[in-house]
């Protein structure tokens, strides 16, 4: 947690002014057990009715620079808190822009989520009261006891006798209570992967009818859950009451013996009652400390994994130096690439090695789980070579700045991704200062303009999230559109017409071959119809490479091929 709380540096100031102010509001929380001495000993067995008086608004004084000093504290502490909350999801929000797919894979995005919203307002919560309680209760628990034995010395030895006591209740149950509500951080966690993998998975959970297995998993999460939550309050329950009873307890021990003392006339009834207000007020403040231990673990168990997220370190970094490609544009080869995803047991690719030119379609095909997506990842440097190299004109990707090595890519992802937000924003996405001419044009191109004028807002249209209100091969075409405007080097469409029908299929292609005219075009495919016309067809088995060359060559010299060929043809004429 101390780590976490680094990031307080420039809050250092209103910690001292919370400092400050707990401190006054300690000193008046000690004092009017004092002042309420006087008025005993002095105002009312003297019947000093001024005494009394004046006296009587010198504690409303003092207790009102108290409650101001209290309230102050509290209001300032709780912005340094949200102010670390904010600290913390940007500092994460940031550092993961930085991860590679390496490291999103390892974490998974619905725990970054967590990470991010969730275990951030558990440290906030507890920062508030740790910033209100962690001075306040054992100063004043302290300075009660010295006021308290400067009062009456023999007395203070009940405190002696039920402070341990207490101390040994309260560590019997915090240890008991502890290790369960770190169980209930694990559980609500449980909780949350359920419920995303339900709401996001909806679909296929009706299509499937597995609406009742869902549910009996959600329960079991939940039961699971709600039955340490129950183990636990059975445990905390006993905490109040045995408090209480101590409280009470230590009250009788001090009144009794101390009326003894009193009528022995060795100790004054101001003492008695300033007494009773300081072993209330010593009381008080070791429950407060308690209750802070409730929260501490949780706060510690979310302060590791935040930590956790910011201590990893992005496994893709740019170069010290990076080189730029100068003269060469839209070169791509891959020099004996070989790749493995971590914890695989076999590499995705293995000796992999082609290159394409400007001007040239490269396609590349092969059979599910091929590695054809592997490869373009390979490209923007999403991921890095185990063997070989990844050569963008001329320079190793991993000597150039990732920046300007994806400012030369046109990349249309195997799955649409779009942002909230209007049709035009979208594909203004690549290039911000793109003008109307070239949305329309680049729309045009990828055969959306048509959709896109059939709506009542056009291009004004705003998305739902992730583009929910349209068709797949909607999607995939306004994603087109998006690369198209950027006019990179180097398109890459990972098998981005597969949801577009045959026709429409065809002619974003005719287009295309305009439009990308000089620049170089990857397309990964599964339709052989998508991959026959390319300059070049890289055909993936395994992740290897079966055979590179054109349509008739493959057809010729590739047994792949001639496969994929065969039963996409026979698959048609049986439709
Ligand atoms: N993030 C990942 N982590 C681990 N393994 C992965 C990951 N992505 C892909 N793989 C594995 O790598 C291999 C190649 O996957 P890839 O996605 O490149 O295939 P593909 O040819 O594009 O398949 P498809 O046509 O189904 O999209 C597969 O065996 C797959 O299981």
């Known amino acids: 947690m101390l780590k976490i709380y680094k990031n307080l540096k420039g809050y250092i100031p209103h910690i001292c002014v919370i400092l400050v102010l707990i401190f006054a509001q300690v000193l008046t929380d000690l004092y009017l057990p004092t002042l309420m001495s006087d008025i005993v000993n002095t105002g009312i067995m003297k019947e000093d009715v001024n005494y009394i008086l004046h006296m009587g608004g010198l504690m409303i004084g003092v207790a009102g620079i108290g409650?101001?000093?209290?309230?102050?504290?509290?209001?300032?502490?709780?912005?340094?808190?949200?102010?670390?909350?904010?600290?913390?999801?940007?500092?994460?929000?940031?550092?993961?822009?930085?991860?590679s797919l390496h490291e999103f894979d390892k974490f998974g995005s619905s725990t970054?989520?967590?990470?991010?919203?969730?275990?951030?307002?558990?440290?906030?919560?507890v920062t508030i009261l740790i910033i209100n309680m962690?001075?306040?209760a054992p100063l004043t628990a302290i300075g009660g006891i010295i006021l308290a034995y400067r009062e009456d010395k023999s007395l203070t030895i009940i405190f002696a006798i039920a402070l341990p006591v207490l101390i040994a209740v309260i560590a019997i149950i915090m240890s008991r209570a502890m290790p369960l509500f770190k169980q209930v951080q694990k559980k609500l966690d449980k909780i949350n992967l359920v419920l995303r993998?339900?709401?996001?998975?909806?679909?296929?959970?009706?299509?499937?009818?597995?609406?009742?297995?869902?549910?009996?998993?959600?329960?079991?999460?939940?039961?699971d859950l709600t039955r340490t939550y129950i183990t636990v309050n059975r445990i905390m329950a006993f905490l109040m009451p045995v408090l209480m009873l101590a409280l009470n307890v230590m009250q009788l021990s001090i009144i009794w013996f101390g009326s003894v003392r009193v009528d022995a006339g060795s100790m004054n009834i101001g003492a008695l009652a300033a007494f009773i207000q300081y072993a209330a007020l010593i009381l008080i403040n070791f429950i407060m400390l308690a209750m802070m231990f409730i929260f501490i673990?949780?706060?510690q168990a979310a302060s590791e994994r935040i930590s956790e997220v910011l201590e990893t370190a992005p496994e893709i970094l740019d170069p010290a130096e990076p080189k730029h490609a100068d003269g060469e544009q839209g070169y791509v080869e891959f020099r004996n690439v070989c790749f493995s995803y971590q914890g695989a047991e076999r590499p995705a690719l293995s000796g992999v090695s082609f290159s394409a030119k400007p001007g040239e379609t490269t396609a590349i095909i092969g059979g599910t789980g091929s590695g054809k997506s592997t490869l373009v990842n390979l490209i923007p440097r999403f991921y890095d070579v185990d063997e070989g190299q990844v050569l963008v004109d001329g320079v190793d990707v991993r000597e150039q700045s990732q920046k300007e090595l994806r400012a030369k890519i046109g990349f249309v992802p195997q799955k649409a991704i779009l942002f909230t937000g209007t049709i035009t924003a979208n594909l203004r996405y690549g290039k911000k200062d793109a003008t109307d001419e070239e949305i329309t044009h680049a729309s045009e191109i990828a055969q959306a303009s048509g959709f896109v004028g059939e709506m009542r807002e056009g291009y004004d249209t705003v998305l739902a999230e992730g583009?929910?209100?349209l068709s797949g091969g909607q999607k995939q075409r306004l994603s087109i559109?998006?690369?198209?405007?950027?006019r990179p080097e180097i398109y890459v469409f990972d098998d981005s017409f597969s949801a577009l029908d045959f026709k429409t299929d065809a002619r974003l292609r005719a287009a295309l071959k305009k439009e990308t005219g000089d620049a170089t075009v990857l397309i990964v495919a599964q339709r052989v119809g998508t991959v026959m016309g390319a300059d070049r067809i890289i055909v993936l088995d395994d992740g290897k490479v079966?055979?590179?060359?054109?349509?008739e060559e493959m057809m010729k010299t590739c047994e792949v091929y001639r496969e994929i060929v065969s039963s996409q043809l026979s698959e048609e004429e049986l439709a």
């Open 297 to 299: 673990p949780r706060a």
């Open 134 to 136: 962690m001075l306040r």
């Open 112 to 125: 970054l989520i967590t990470r991010t919203t969730n275990d951030i307002i558990q440290i906030q919560t």
């Open 67 to 99: 409650i101001v000093c209290a309230v102050v504290a509290v209001m300032i502490g709780s912005r340094v808190a949200i102010g670390l909350g904010g600290i913390l999801r940007s500092k994460i929000f940031r550092h993961v822009e930085k991860f």
């Open 197 to 223: 993998e339900n709401l996001t998975g909806i679909r296929v959970i009706r299509a499937f009818n597995r609406i009742g297995h869902e549910n009996a998993r959600f329960d079991e999460a939940n039961q």
């Open 481 to 486: 559109a998006r690369a198209l405007v950027r």
């Open 467 to 469: 583009g929910l209100n």
């Open 546 to 551: 079966a055979g590179i060359g054109t349509h």
